[in-house]
T-cell receptor
């Protein structure tokens, strides 16, 4: 069974500083990996995804993530954080079967941005 | 149209009420999902529909009854809920196939009194 670990429950960064959110996954085959963002009381928005190919993935809102198979990691990065980036970030791993995808989410990392 | 819509946004119901949540998408997606999310927790999968057929039921109590009347619409019928069922209920959809990401709706905030 697949699983996802996000070791940081809460992170605080200053506006303009760089950001890295950590994610480790466990899955037997090549995983489908995602980062989603959720603002309070809202649905989830996909930031980026990795299925295969280039291990550095570019997403929306200036985010990128790097897939490292040897470390079973898929860390999310942003070079300069904006106050509007404050939200909950979920790393997820997907496994497919029968035409749909079963996604397992990590526990989430809450990002606080200070002036 | 790349949107998943959910109605209502908020719902308050008593433990003896019957209510329904509605989810709609017009992206041609043939897989649709219901998730439950408690405060400060990740979403938990409840049901998956693939081509309007129930494919996964994650051992959800029978007081939750899903329905997929057509390829664009997904309902969740609620009956005799408990206060612990209060949560954000999220609907998602995806193209048919394991490699496709899910698009989420904004959710329905349910409070059971």
């Amino acid at each position: 069974a697949q699983s996802v670990t996000q070791p940081d429950i809460h992170i605080t960064v200053s506006e303009g500083a760089s950001l890295e959110l950590r994610c480790n996954y466990s899955y037997g085959a090549t995983p489908y990996l995602f980062w989603y963002v959720q603002s309070p009381g809202q649905g989830l928005q996909l930031l980026l995804k990795y299925f295969s190919g280039d291990t550095l993935v570019q997403g929306i809102k200036g985010f990128e993530a790097e897939f490292k198979r040897s470390q079973s990691s898929f860390n999310l990065r942003k070079p300069s954080v904006h106050w509007s980036d404050a939200a909950e970030y979920f790393c997820a791993v997907g496994a497919g079967s029968g035409g749909y995808q079963k996604v397992t989410f990590g526990i989430g990392t809450k990002l606080q941005v200070i002036p | 149209d790349t949107e998943v819509t959910q109605t209502p946004k908020h719902l308050v119901m008593g433990m003896t009420n019957k209510k329904s949540l509605k989810c709609e998408q017009h992206m041609g997606h043939r897989a649709m999902y219901w998730y439950k999310q408690k405060a400060k927790k990740p979403p938990e999968l409840m049901f998956v529909y693939s081509y309007e057929k129930l494919s996964i039921n994650e051992s959800v109590p029978s007081r939750f009854s899903p329905e997929c009347p057509n390829s664009s619409l997904l309902n969740l019928h609620l009956h005799a809920l408990q206060p612990e069922d209060s949560a954000l209920y999220l609907c998602a959809s995806s193209l048919h196939g394991a490699r496709y990401e899910q698009y989420f709706g904004p959710g329905t905030r349910l409070t059971v009194t």
